[in-house]
Nanobody, 113 residues
Framework: QVQLVESGGGLVQAGGSLRLSCAAS????????MGWYRQAPGKQRELVAV???????NYADSVKGRFTISRDNAKNTVYLQMNSLKPEDTAVYYC???????WGQGTQVTVSS
């Protein structure tokens, strides 16, 4: 089993920044990709960003140029630096690790206009 613990969510004004962290523990040797998804009220969960153990990154078009995903393999932690936040970024952000698929409990990000 793998446990994912997220931190760093909160309330910020539009244009501000937040940094999310997700620490993985447990049986993690099989984990390759770690990333972040988000789910806004009434919408489906969507990919925000993902990074592999080799450092390959993939971003949703809506966050490219504003969000940066990084990973500290020694600490089994993945980060999401979010800059130039917009009200439409408001959602619950979930940490994800695979294979197989594991989810964190989610952290709320609210961006006020």
């Amino acid at each position: 089993q793998v446990q994912l613990v997220e931190s760093g969510g909160g309330l910020v004004q539009a244009g501000g920044s937040l940094r999310l962290s997700c620490a993985a523990s447990g049986i993690i040797f099989r984990i390759n990709a770690m990333g972040w998804y988000r789910q806004a009220p009434g919408k489906q969960r969507e990919l925000v960003a993902v990074i592999t153990s080799g450092g390959s990154r993939n971003y949703a078009d809506s966050v490219k140029g504003r969000f940066t995903i990084s990973r500290d393999n020694a600490k089994n932690t993945v980060y999401l630096q979010m800059n130039s936040l917009k009200p439409e970024d408001t959602a619950v952000y979930y940490c994800n690790a695979r294979p197989p698929t594991y989810w964190g409990q989610g952290t709320q990000v609210t961006v006020s206009s």
